[in-house]
Structure formats: C-alpha cells, structure tokens
Nanobody
C-alpha cells in the first residue's frame, strides 16, 4: 500500500528555518498535484502550499515570501523550505499528493510531521 513519508520537522527558534520533504513509498503510478497542509491544535487543517506537476504553485497568503514549495518529479519528492518561522506556525504539517491508483486519481496524506517554533 502506498504511503507518503514526511521528514524534516522539529523544533526551531522564531526566525529560524526548516525544510520538509515528502515522498511516497511503495509502488506508485503517476502523481499530479503535491502539497503541504498544516493543522494547529484545535484548528482545522489549512493549505500551506501546493504545486502542480508542471511546477505551478500557490501559497497561503500568510506564508508568501517566506516559504517555498518545490518538487523533483524524477524522485516523486516534494519539499517545503520554510524561512523566518513564527511561533503561531507551530503545527503538524501534512504532505498531500494526488496519485493515480488503479485507474483512479486518489488523494493521499502523510502521517504528519510536527513543527514547533519556540524560543
């Protein structure tokens, strides 16, 4: 069964940087959109950034200019470079991918990686 595996979360001071990575494990077909969402305690899961297979991106307004999403299609990997992190961005960050499975496009989610921004 295909799973999305995230890495790169952790504890960082305000103003610091982290880089998240995500790639599927197991046998996969084509991948369309990939992205990152986050969910803080007691809040809904919100879009951080998404990227199409061709490289078109969209970002939440709050992260524009500080976060950069990218992908390596040959490695089926998506990255999120996060700079100038703020304490209110403490959350579980989830990787997302729309993948072809059995002839159907399906939404896949990673298990989540904790990002804590604190001094």
């Amino acid at each position: 069964q295909v799973q999305l595996v995230e890495s790169g979360g952790g504890l960082v001071q305000p103003g610091g940087s982290l880089r998240l990575s995500c790639a599927p494990s197991g046998r996969i077909g084509s991948i369309n959109d990939m992205g990152w969402y986050r969910q803080a305690p007691g809040k809904q899961r919100d879009l951080v950034a998404r990227i199409t297979k061709r490289g078109s991106t969209n970002y939440a307004d709050s992260v524009k200019g500080r976060f950069t999403i990218s992908r390596e299609n040959a490695k089926n990997t998506v990255y999120l470079q996060m700079n100038n992190l703020k304490p209110e961005e403490t959350a579980v960050y989830y990787c997302y991918a729309k993948m072809l499975d059995g002839g159907y496009w399906r939404d896949y989610w990673g298990q989540g990686t904790q990002v804590t921004v604190s001094s």
